[in-house]
């Protein structure tokens, strides 16, 4: 069973920054499509970033545009969530995800993917 495992989550400032990572552990997942969705406590599950295996062709949620950047790392298998300027609002337990299946474009939806973290905190004050 492969688990993902996210961190770089924490607490900062508004306007500040923070790094997330995520990799799997149990074993190497190959040719995976990536996606790092976030929740705020009481709201529901939304996209925030994605990028795919061929051509590392990456999309974003319109709150994040420019803000945010993810990326990858084939050799160490890890995704990465770059996130600057941040705002209370993107106060969230942010998840990472990963898909097998060989796409063309970034997957926007959560039930594209098979393999999910627990989640990270991020908090920013204001």
């Known amino acids: 069973q492969v688990q993902l495992l996210e961190s770089g989550g924490g607490l900062v400032q508004a306007g500040g920054s923070l790094r997330l990572s995520c990799a799997p552990s149990g074993r190497t997942l190959s040719r995976v499509s990536w996606g790092w969705f976030r929740q705020a406590s009481g709201k529901e599950r939304e996209f925030v970033a994605a990028?795919?295996?061929?051509?590392?062709?990456?999309d974003y949620a319109d709150s994040v545009k420019g803000r945010f950047t993810i990326s990858r790392d084939n050799a160490k298998n890890t995704v990465y969530l770059e996130m600057t300027s941040l705002k209370a609002e993107d106060t969230a337990v942010y998840y990472c995800a990963a898909e097998g299946q060989i796409t063309l474009v970034p997957m926007r939806t959560a039930r594209e993917y098979e393999y999910w973290g627990q989640g990270t905190q991020v908090t920013v004050s204001s």
């Open positions: 990028i795919t295996w061929i051509g590392s062709k990456t």
